[in-house]
């Protein structure tokens, strides 16, 4: 999927777009890193509604920790790290009613450097 993906070969993409209807909170980490990883490659407009959608899903979102109060929150690793890569491959596809963009500012402020490093980054790349 990931390599089909960073072929660019535009006849990929219903199929990697197909994957996505699948996800949803209760599938594999590794099935939601690599439709990301390879929708982000081809960077697709029409990619963004499907990312989207999928974020919008139970579960999906809702994993930043942005209050000293949240620290205690036992959650795998595995959740925010899928929601902000999911945000992240829909901001390169262009966005979706400034839903990655949203996550993304989140995570800017997240009390775990890396992910507030990383969401920073992305908010700040040239499109």
């Excluded at 699948?22 to 890193?33: I, M, V």
């Excluded at 109060?69 to 795998?76: A, G, I, K, P, V």
């Amino acid at each position: 999927l990931i390599a089909a993906g960073q072929s660019g070969d535009p006849k990929a993409l219903p199929v990697i777009l197909e994957k996505v209807a699948q996800l949803d909170a209760a599938k594999e980490f590794s099935h939601h890193r690599a439709v990301a990883m390879a929708l982000e490659a081809q960077r697709d407009p029409s990619a963004a509604k499907a990312l989207a959608d999928l974020l919008g899903k139970e579960g999906m979102t809702g994993h930043s920790i942005n209050d000293i109060s949240e620290s205690n929150r036992q959650e795998e690793r595995s959740e925010p790290l899928r929601e902000i890569i999911l945000a992240r491959a829909l901001y390169r596809c262009g966005d979706h009613e400034g839903v990655a963009e949203k996550i993304l500012k989140t995570y800017e402020t997240d009390l775990r450097a890396l992910f507030a490093q990383h969401a920073h980054a992305v908010l700040t790349e040239k499109r």
